[in-house]
């Protein structure tokens, strides 16, 4: 049910502009109050389709004080989800600023902390947590929840002076009891911009230069966070990806937040929030402290600079986010990098829905999904087919400057830069709906003829990886490549090994999504890259 502002109307000047205005949102001003949850929010809309009032997002209820360029609104209306106020009326390019006063909801979206969270350490130390995740700032005020724009930011947070705070941009610690963060870089979208962080426990600790970006961390020594991160081999790092995508995007800055969260990280600009269990994780990953920080380092040029143009995007930047960070690893590790694409690959056999799944569930609800099978099927499996290379050219083209990006802008970029044919590849590995039908290969070797027999259960999924001919005391073996995406579903490959082939291995190197055919059904839990608590 809609509810009226209660507000008196004042009737406009009859050549005042009329209907509702497209607006686009260019800065938020965000002053909270940690203790109570009292909030002002005040965004700068842009005007670009004339008109007296304007309809934003709002699922913060109880909007109060409402204001257009600092008079009170001539009328409006909020329902559960959106706020419509309407004013004297403004032309095309005319700048509106709407402001109210709201109390956050300290209800989160459990089991995660989306919205406005506090949660214990083990310690009893209290972690705030403000965070809008994709489409979410409208939880705490007027906010266009789109993941495709961007704008600036000032944000301005009351709280106890036990607390540090900290949040996107650059630091402002007006006293023991205010923090202010102001962002105005080009690149921040909505969905990682809007996060405050505020622990009575944090010691600061310089980690120096890593490149030419200044990494401070913040932790608890009982952690063993800190500990555990290699400055040189996070400095080789960023220097890589400012090599391959351009310039650290937000300053010279980054801070490193350990806490108690749901994710492993998430990667606010400039900021990256660690779960404090990290180092502790009895994990698959080869170091899950490296990896992670190199994941969320990723995630500043795809995801934040680069951000998603819709929500069934969301894959594309959680399997760029893994595919470089397992490129690093395998430039300087590769038994470091075939175990990241092993974890894959035993993700992928328990996920439930495509990367991009057709049946658009509710994204909580899938997300988890994409981390296994997504590096696969956008990156892994086309640099087997091509070269690591065009992959990279192929993101080079597409990340390194503030804009938003589809899956399908990504995957035509990846057709272009490796001359693949991709489109019935994206209809059978990336979207689809229910339960995704990974191939199984069967293999045989006959002796007499020197001939692997290799078929695939699912013609409509073609990549290349090999077949290993193994001795039967296990000394000599025989890598055979198979291609299914060019040579089709049933293929007799020509092998003739000088010794006697007692056994063979399906894909040994992580290539592709494809599982032996009489494979036992893996029992494994889904890793929605969270940390057990």
């Known amino acids: 049910m809609r509810r009226a502002l209660g507000l008196m109307v004042v009737v406009a000047a009859c050549n005042s502009p009329t209907g509702t205005m497209t607006v686009d949102v260019t800065h938020y001003d965000y002053a909270i109050d940690l203790a109570t949850r009292d909030a002002h929010a005040a965004i700068t809309m842009k005007v670009v389709d004339r008109g007296n009032c304007v309809a934003i997002p709002l699922r913060a209820q109880g909007l109060a004080n409402v204001t257009l360029n600092g008079t009170a609104v001539t009328s409006g209306t909020e329902d559960a ?76 947070v009351t709280h106890d002076p036990s607390l540090t705070v900290r949040c996107p941009g650059t630091i402002t610690d007006d006293s023991p009891t205010e923090t202010e963060c102001t962002f105005d870089y080009a690149g921040g979208p909505t969905y990682s911009t809007f996060g405050i962080a505020a622990y009575p426990a944090w010691t600061q600790t310089d980690l120096g230069m890593w490149s030419d970006v200044h990494v401070t961390v913040y932790d608890r020594a009982d952690t063993g966070i800190a500990a555990a991160i290699d400055p040189a081999w996070h400095g080789g790092f960023i220097a890589f990806m400012e090599q391959q995508f351009g310039p650290w995007p937000y300053g010279s800055e980054l801070r490193l937040l350990t806490a108690p969260t749901y994710w492993n990280g998430f990667e606010h600009p400039g900021n990256i929030v660690l ?58 590790d590769a038994s470091i990098s075939a175990t990241t694409a092993s974890v894959w690959k035993a993700d992928s056999s328990v996920v439930t829905h495509y990367p991009v799944p057709q049946d658009q569930p509710d994204l909580f609800a899938y997300y988890s999904d994409v981390y296994g099978p997504g590096p696969f099927v956008f990156f892994r499996q086309l640099e087997v087919l091509s ?39 994206a209809a ?106």
């Open 81 to 156: 989800s959106s706020l419509t106020v309407c004013g004297d009326g403004w032309d095309d390019g005319d700048t509106v600023v709407l402001a109210g006063d709201v109390t956050v909801s300290d209800v989160a979206e459990l089991p995660s902390q989306i919205g406005f969270s506090t949660t214990k350490d083990k310690d009893g130390n209290e972690f705030t947590y403000l965070v809008s995740w994709v489409n979410g700032c409208d939880q705490f005020g007027p906010c266009d929840n789109r993941p495709d724009v961007f704008a600036t930011y000032h944000f301005d």
């Open 275 to 332: 779960a404090d269990s990290l180092a502790k994780q009895v994990d698959s990953y080869a170091d899950v402290v490296a990896h992670t920080i190199d994941h969320e380092m990723t995630h500043m040029w795809a995801g934040d600079q680069t951000t998603l143009a819709g929500t069934y995007d969301f894959a594309w930047k959680e399997s760029m986010a893994e595919y470089m960070a397992f490129v690093w690893e395998d430039m300087n």
């Open 428 to 533: 059978g590995w990336i979207k689809g709906t229910g339960t995704p039908l990974w191939p199984k290969i069967a293999a045989s070797y006959d002796a007499t003829t020197g001939m692997l027999h290799v078929t695939s259960s699912n013609p409509a999924m073609g990549c290349a990886f090999h077949v290993a001919l193994v001795s039967a005391d296990g000394s000599q073996t025989l890598s055979v490549p198979v291609d299914t995406f060019h040579n089709g579903a049933d293929q007799m490959i020509a092998a003739a090994p000088a010794f006697a082939v007692a056994s063979y291995t399906i894909d040994p190197d992580h290539e592709c999504l494809v599982y032996p055919a009489d494979a036992v059904p893996a029992v494994r839990s889904r890793r929605p890259w969270v940390a057990p608590r």
């Open 387 to 425: 070269s690591r290379a065009q992959v990279i050219a192929a993101l080079q083209s597409v990340l390194g400057s503030p804009h938003s990006l589809s899956v399908d802008d990504l995957v035509a970029a990846l057709a272009q830069s490796t001359g693949l044919d991709l489109d019935a590849y």
